[in-house]
DNA sequence: CTGTGAAGCTAATGCCATTAGCTTCTCTCG
DNA sequence: CGAGAGAAGCTAATGGCATTAGCTTCACAG
């Protein structure tokens, strides 16, 4: 039998994703992670190695999150279809969870713990753009331009950092056919 | 006559922004300050209200910096040729500072502190768009894309978020056509 | 020559991360 | 059934940091 109150890793994650949700990384500290799961300070320790170890992880399941989202909206799609649907996606992901994203840090892929998560997550852009028939390097660059539009317009958005919200949602769908003229312009 | 050793407020957010070039946000401690400095941690309080403002400072000294130094890149030029100075200058000021850049807040424009000098950066870049005849909102679109590009990429450079650097050159440059064929396409 | 205000200092508080070392509980194996 | 080992928790202690309170000093103005 397993225990009833132990605490696991994986719940001491799940706290530490509910404070960064409602607080902001700046409110992710251990001391409120113990209030939470109603455990000593230091009793984490036996879970998790230190609070950088600990935002860490919470990366990997925002990552992990963020891809099974996205592998659920372009699934079925291809061509113009899923990459509008992937941008769509990342969009709502962002505006949904805005402060866990600005948790993420940008540079998931050489990180120790990170990095099988966010080389999962650039995997689906990757595969997204399948079927335009891009070859070599065209396909990273392809990759990279759709992940500085949709990293870039969703950082800002989730931060506030446009002065009023009005006509995002213009701004954006500009920003999608625009990409996708210049998919094809390049074909 | 002025006291030779007075500090001032410039020179602590002088001492501050060295700090964070050199350690990355983290690094910007009123205690590593005061040690810079040669003063009692306290004593900075005579200067600066509050770590948090003392942040805020930073971020406004970047801001100003950068707009001076697009100015700088933009003057004397119009049309596209205008668009790609102010877009390289963008890319290679953070290549410079990456550090420094990863510290300016997302959202400098509703700060009280940073409004301004937030505001005139956007000034510069909405100003580099002046002939291109693009009318109310259309100009006001056009500046997010711009500023979506600049710092979709420029965010992910500075922090290494680019796998490797390959080819990086030619990924830009390709974001600068394509934006500067979808302004065109608008026309 | 004096006194006032700014700039600096030391002492003290409180929050947080982290370490050390002890206790307790649970499951496993004899 | 009965240890005993290992995991998980706890309290106490340390050290770094921001911030506040209240004292001292010093340059300058009158």
Redesign the interface.
């Known amino acids: 039998m397993v225990a009833r109150n132990r605490l696991t890793p994986a719940k001491v994650v799940d706290a530490a994703l509910d404070l960064v949700d409602e607080h902001g990384v700046e409110g992710l500290t251990l001391a409120a992670v113990a209030t939470r799961t109603g455990v000593a300070a230091p009793s984490l320790y036996k879970h998790v190695a230190s609070l950088a170890e600990l935002r860490a992880h919470v990366g990997v399941r925002v990552l992990e999150n963020m891809t099974e989202w996205f592998t659920d909206a372009v699934l079925g799609l291809s061509g113009d279809e899923a990459v509008t649907a992937l941008m769509h996606a990342y969009r709502a992901y962002v505006v949904r969870h805005p402060k866990r994203y600005s948790a993420v ?6 990180d120790e713990i990170q990095g099988a998560a966010g080389r999962k997550l650039m995997e689906v852009m990757f595969a997204t753009l399948r079927g335009y028939g891009l070859e070599g ?1 065209e396909a ?2 392809a990759t ?2 759709l ?7 969703a ?2 958005e989730a ?5 009023l919200p009005e ?1 995002l949602d ?2 954006y769908d ?2 999608i056919r ?2 996708l ?2 998919l094809r ?1 390049k074909s």
Chains 1, 2 share one sequence.
Not at 105 to 110: A, E, N, R
Not at 147 to 153: A, D, M, P, Q, S
Request: charged share 25%.
């Open positions: 840090p940008v540079d998931p892929l050489h390097s990273v660059h990279r331009r992940r500085v539009i949709v990293h870039g317009f950082s800002i931060e506030g950092g446009f002065g006509g213009d701004t500009q920003l625009m990409y003229d210049d312009g």
